[in-house]
């Protein structure tokens, strides 16, 4: 059974990074693909990027696309999503999520694995 563990969550002011991490147990990460997703309060769980188990392909939400970066480490069983440039807009709960591949588009239903969440705010 896969699971997943995501970290580097916090407070961060506008125009700061941060990156998270995602480490897998149970299983080994590379017969997967991963995905980020990520729930503000009142909203729906939105899909932010996705990358797939060799790393040879990934996608962006629009609204991150420039500024978040996905990247695997598959030898440390991680995947990584560096976050630069924040606005308040990007303050939500970010959960990793595990599926067979990347679909398009990036919706919750086809991951069959997740995280318990990471906050992150920005905020001055």
């Known amino acids: 059974q896969l699971q997943l563990v995501e970290s580097g969550g916090g407070l961060v002011q506008p125009g700061g990074s941060l990156r998270l991490s995602c480490v897998a147990s149970?299983?080994?990460?590379?017969?997967?693909?991963l995905g980020w997703f990520r729930q503000a309060p009142g909203k729906e769980r939105e899909g932010v990027s996705c990358?797939?188990?060799?790393?040879?392909?990934?996608n962006y939400a629009d609204s991150v696309k420039g500024r978040f970066t996905i990247s695997r480490d598959n030898a440390k069983n991680t995947v990584y999503l560096q976050m630069n440039k924040l606005n308040a807009e990007d303050t939500a709960v970010y959960y990793c999520?595990?599926?067979?591949?990347?679909?398009?588009?990036?919706?919750?239903?086809?991951?069959?694995?997740w995280g318990q969440g990471t906050q992150v705010t920005v905020s001055s």
């Open positions: 990358i797939t188990s060799r790393g040879g392909s990934t």
């Open positions: 999520a595990a599926s067979l591949g990347c679909p398009e588009p990036l919706v919750s239903i086809w991951f069959d694995y």
């Open positions: 149970g299983t080994t990460l590379e017969d997967y693909a």
